[in-house]
């Protein structure tokens, strides 16, 4: 998971782009990257830390251009402390590229090995990212006829792009003199959103984000989100053209975006996030109301912010007082997307306090997002029982993770899954709860896709099916090796 944007406008980006990444920090607190493109010639500056860390006034004035990109980097790939694995990454030819991507590549081995004895490609980090930059520039290259460059040429390099690589992958990109290129993996795995306004004087300015959100702020409408598989160019005259680029696209997004990841204010495939959660509130009180007697609970609480929809909604239609018992101090990162256990252990009480007066001899019912290690599930029933309360029964808007997500979510390792090879009452005693329900994962699909065309979604880390249908015991299992190397 991490956050990017990409826009061609008539007048300079430096600025947009950083407000549009402030927007999109909550997918990504590792690192961050802006480049832009004056006439040919780019732009970069990388930096760890988050956005507001990241650059000075000195960078913002030497990102001078109509056109640029930028990311936040959520680590899935590549190491969190080395700045050389911050993106966005650059190649000189053809022409010049530079590009970010969110997700996750699966075959990376094959293509390291490719990139090195047939594309003749060095490759400096271990990030996939750099790998999907190469491939890129690889097969651009080899469309290229002349010293000119078309949009057919790039859309059948995005054609040979998607038949060598695995995965998923929302990527933005930059082809120094002539354009902006984006594009989505056939499965439209990870989001990417399209939207235009126009100036005073009529011309077009377009963007590209992984939220619509990003969009509403900069005041662009939204025109649509990336079909998967589809390949849109943006010249630099702010001229737009796409193209289905995949031979059987179809759309599969991941449920986690849903779940927790994306802030409730976007909608993402037509899909509003607030909404889908409220919805997942309404179908966990029904699983809620078959597993316990209701009147043993006195009270629901949300874990702040992201299950805060899903939990008014089971208050609300199981009839039981709704309160915040729960303070957090903003200033802390989202503690699922630290980089390490260490410090996800060690962010938690800092990020949470329980206040001692709503929970004090009551029967306490816990909602939140999901559990995936269980650290902050285990600190947060501790912290509810220290402040008094009789009861904890801890609820998950989502079922339960048992599998590796390898899509670009750092859940790489079964072992680290609190509800792998564990049944719903080990659970319980691991968290130190009463009571522990989660949601179905039927119900978690029709929440999701309730009123809407979609009909797939991405569920691998709940059911363990790999939507890409490449994923294969042996890689998970060199996943996890390498992981813990």
Known sequence: MCGIVGIVSTEPVNQQIYDSLLLLQHRGQDSTGIATADGPVFHMIRSRGQVREGFRTRDMRSLIGNMGLGHVRYTTKGAAEREEEAQPFYVNAPYGIVLVHNGNLTNTRELSRELFSIDRRHVNSTSDTEMLLNVLATELQSQITGLELDPD?????????????????AVISMIAGYGLLAFRDPFGIRPLILGRRLTDAGKEEWIVASESLVLENGDYEIVRDVEPGEAIFIALDGTMVSRQC???????????EYVYLARPDS????ISVYEARLRMGNRLADTIATHMPLGDIDVVMPIPDSSRPAAMQVAQKLGIEYRE?????????????????????????????????????????????????????????QMARDAGANKVTFTSAAPPVRYPHVYGINMPSRQ???????KI?????????????????????????????????????????????????????WVERTQLS
């Open 246 to 256: 995949a031979t059987n696209p179809r759309l599969v997004p991941c449920s986690f």
């Open 416 to 422: 680290e899954l609190i509800a792998h090879g564990r």
């Open 425 to 477: 009452p080990e659970i319980a005693a691991e968290l130190g709860a009463d009571h522990m329900i989660f949601q179905e994962v039927a119900d978690l699909q029709a929440a999701i896709t309730e009123g809407t065309p979609i009909t797939e979604l991405d569920l691998s880390c709940f059911t363990g099916e790999y939507v890409t249908g490449t994923v294969t015991p042996e890689y998970l299992d």
């Open 267 to 270: 909608v993402m495939n037509g």
């Open 325 to 381: 018992g729960f303070y957090k101090n903003r200033y802390v990162g989202r503690t699922f997307i630290m980089p390490g256990q260490a410090e996800r252990k060690r962010s938690v009480r800092q990020k949470l306090n329980a206040m001692g007066t709503e929970f004090k001899g009551k029967n306490i019912l816990i909602v939140d997002d999901s559990i995936v290690r269980g650290t902050t599930s285990q600190q947060i029933v």
């Open 153 to 169: 040429q790039v859309f059948a390099a995005v054609e040979a792009v998607h038949q060598r690589v695995e995965g998923s992958y």
